[in-house]
C-alpha cells in the first residue's frame, strides 16, 4: 500500500472491523481481522491492481466494506448468540442508511470542523476557530458514545461493572448535543461568519 | 428471516463453483479474495463480493461442513511479508450441495464437479 488513498482505505476498513469484532471471543474476533488484512493485502497489491489506479482500488475497497456492513452487523449479532443470522432486506436497508449516514455526517463534520478551524487560524477569527474546535468534539463525541455503547455490551457479558461505559455513553452524547447545539445557535449569532462561508460555499455576508 | 434449511443461496453456490473452477485450474486450496475475484470474474462484475457478505457466507459454509479451512503456516506469510492466508477448500459434502442445487443446469457443470470427487 504505498499510494495515500489505499493506506486511508485500509484504516477505514480496519477501523470498522476492529469495531465490529469487540466485544467478540478473541479467536473469532482476531480471526476475522486476520482475514480481513490478508484480503486488504491482496486486493492492495498485484491481483488487485490489474488495470485499477490506486485511487480506483481504494475505492473498490471502501466500497467492498460499506456494503458489507450489514452483514458485519448480523454476523456480529450471531456470534455473540451463537447462531446464524440473516437479515431481511429491510433490515438490511436500516443498517445500510445508518451506516452511510453516519459516515456522511463523521466525514462532512470532520471537513466542516477543520475548515472552521484554518479559516479561524488565517482570518485571525476566533469564532470560527472555536466553532471549529466544537465540532470536531462533537466527533470525538460520537465515537465516545458509540465507544461506551461496545464497552457497555462487552462489560455485561463479562458480568462486569457497566458504571464506566454508561458514563461514556453519557459523556459522548451530552457531547454531541451540547457542542452541536453551541455551534447551531452560536452560528446565527450576529457577527458569527462561520456558517455563510468557507465549506458551505456561501459568500461571506455581515449579519444584519 | 431465517432461510431453508439446506438450501444454497445464490452467494453460496457462487462460492462453491468458484472454489471448484480454481481447483480444476490447479489452485486445490482459495484464500476469500481469491474466491471473489474469481466470482468476479465469472459474473462479469466490476465489483467485487463486500468484505462482510463473502466472509460470513465462507464462514457459515465452513461451519456447515460446506467448506474446510486452515490457516496458512505464519512462518510462509512472514517470509513474504504478509499478512497469513486462511485456505478454503470444498468438501464431498459441499460438491455434493452444488450438484444438488444445480440439478436442472447443464450436464458440463456436474461433469466439472464429479471431476474433483
Not at chain 1, 3 to 24: I, K, P, S
Not at chain 1, 132 to 139: H, Q, Y
Not at chain 1, 158 to 187: D, F, N, Q
Request: hydrophobic letters at 45%; proline letters at 3%.
Amino acid at each position: 500500500m504505498s499510494a495515500w488513498h489505499l493506506a486511508l482505505a485500509g484504516v477505514f476498513t480496519r477501523t470498522w472491523v476492529n469495531a465490529y469484532t469487540t466485544g467478540l471471543p478473541r479467536r473469532t474476533g482476531g480471526e476475522r481481522r486476520e482475514e480481513i488484512a490478508s484480503d486488504l493485502w491482496e486486493q492492495a497489491t498485484g491481483a488487485g491492481l490489474e488495470g485499477e489506479s490506486p485511487g480506483a482500488a481504494a475505492a473498490h475497497i471502501f466500497g467492498r466494506t460499506v456494503l458489507g456492513i450489514p452483514a458485519d452487523v448480523a454476523w456480529h449479532l450471531g456470534e455473540l448468540k451463537g447462531e446464524d443470522m440473516e437479515m431481511s432486506i429491510g433490515e438490511k436497508s436500516v443498517v445500510g442508511v445508518f451506516a452511510v449516514l453516519g459516515i456522511a455526517t463523521v466525514v462532512f463534520g470532520v471537513l466542516l470542523g477543520s475548515n472552521g478551524i484554518v479559516d479561524g487560524w488565517l482570518n485571525d477569527s476566533p469564532l470560527d476557530f472555536f466553532y471549529g474546535v466544537l465540532i470536531l468534539a462533537s466527533i470525538i463525541g460520537q465515537f465516545v458514545a458509540v465507544a461506551g455503547v461496545y464497552a457497555w455490551r462487552r462489560a455485561d457479558s463479562e458480568g462486569r461493572s457497566t458504571k464506566k461505559a454508561r458514563s461514556m455513553i453519557v459523556a459522548g452524547t451530552l457531547g454531541i448535543a451540547v457542542l452541536g447545539g453551541a455551534y447551531v445557535v452560536g452560528g446565527d449569532q450576529p457577527g458569527h461568519r462561520s456558517r455563510d462561508s468557507g465549506l458551505l460555499g456561501l459568500q461571506d455576508q455581515p449579519m444584519a | 428471516m431465517r432461510r431453508k434449511k439446506g438450501a444454497l443461496v445464490p452467494l453460496e453456490i457462487s462460492i462453491l463453483a468458484a472454489c471448484i473452477n480454481l481447483a480444476l485450474s490447479g489452485l486445490k486450496e482459495s484464500h476469500g479474495f481469491l474466491i471473489a475475484k474469481q466470482i468476479g470474474d465469472q459474473q462479469g462484475a466490476r465489483m467485487l463480493t463486500a468484505h462482510g457478505t463473502l466472509y460470513k457466507a465462507l464462514g457459515r459454509m465452513a461451519k456447515g461442513g460446506l467448506l474446510e479451512s486452515r490457516w496458512e503456516d505464519p512462518v510462509i506469510a512472514a517470509e513474504e511479508s504478509r499478512p497469513r492466508r486462511r485456505f478454503y477448500r470444498v468438501t464431498a459434502e459441499g460438491q455434493a450441495a452444488l450438484r444438488a442445487a444445480r440439478a436442472p443446469a447443464p450436464r458440463s457443470t456436474g461433469a466439472s464437479v464429479t471431476a474433483l470427487v
